[in-house]
């Protein structure tokens, strides 16, 4: 049976996420393994990171993504990489008067150079083989702003301006980069802050999402990771030549509102 009627879409390719620990990242390898992919995991939770790779059966690897030299000493450039999905983020919330420097330029060296350190590691080895798929997972912060949220939302934003360029420059290479954007996910560290907001409200968790994290969202629900997971691996499958450089929401409306 082919690949494309098993549904093993992507057998023979390999691809790696970055944030593979849990959440959005742990749901896209599964998917993308699912589909016939090697997998490859890159994570700074050594045991996280594990836990998935074993469950998915793929290869991990340990690394700081705010280091540029620790990224580079990988030589991903020499795995043969063909689906690269850019998912690792962290956040801070304070005012811009308040926000710490350092954190600052933190976020966006793993959320803005790391992606651009990755693809610039693996891009040659796509256009040599003449096919490629960067996804890089974004957010409705990439489309709209939140208050005491500057260094995530200019990341973000950054993020889709990236992705934009390389999709430019590997349009005749056969390599297409697009970003997805979703609003709040129901990760662990999501579903640790409904458990915070409704202790701190002395509301029920159901009212935390309705007029908390969710007060700008038609949709009053979180969105799933596999959702996501679905998304990238639509994109990465069979069909998909020719979207490249689009910006997907998957934001339950958000930005329509």
């Not at 003449?130 to 990439?142: A, D, F, K």
Request: with cysteine.
């Amino acid at each position: 049976m082919s690949a494309s009627h098993s549904g093993r879409t992507l057998a023979g390719r390999t691809a790696l996420v970055t944030g593979a620990a849990s959440g959005i990242g742990r749901a896209v390898a599964s998917r993308l393994a699912a589909d016939g992919a090697d997998v490859l995991l890159l994570d700074h939770d050594e045991r996280g990171v594990k836990e998935t790779a074993d469950q998915v059966g793929g290869e991990y690897l340990v690394v700081d993504l705010s280091d540029a030299a620790h990224i580079d000493s990988l030589e991903l450039g020499s795995r043969g990489i063909d689906v690269l999905v850019n998912n690792a983020g962290i956040q801070h919330v304070a005012p811009v008067e308040e926000f710490d420097a350092e954190r600052f330029a933190l976020i966006h060296r793993v959320m803005l150079q790391a992606p651009f350190l990755l693809a610039r590691a693996v891009l040659p080895g796509m256009y040599a083989a003449g096919w490629g798929r960067i996804v890089n997972v974004s957010s409705v912060h990439g489309h709209r702003a939140s208050a005491f949220k500057s260094a995530y939302v200019s990341a973000k934003h950054g993020l889709e301006g990236l992705s934009k360029v390389i999709a430019l420059e590997g349009a005749e290479k056969g390599v297409t980069s697009n970003t997805i954007c979703p609003g709040y996910v129901r990760t662990p560290l999501v579903e640790g802050q409904i458990d915070d907001q409704a202790r701190s409200h002395g509301i029920a968790e159901d009212q935390v999402l309705e007029h908390v994290l969710l007060a700008r969202t038609p949709v009053k629900r979180l969105v799933e990771a596999n959702e996501v997971a679905g998304l990238v691996a639509f994109l990465c499958g069979p069909g998909t030549q020719s979207i490249n450089g689009s910006s997907y929401l998957m934001d339950g409306g958000w930005a329509a509102a």
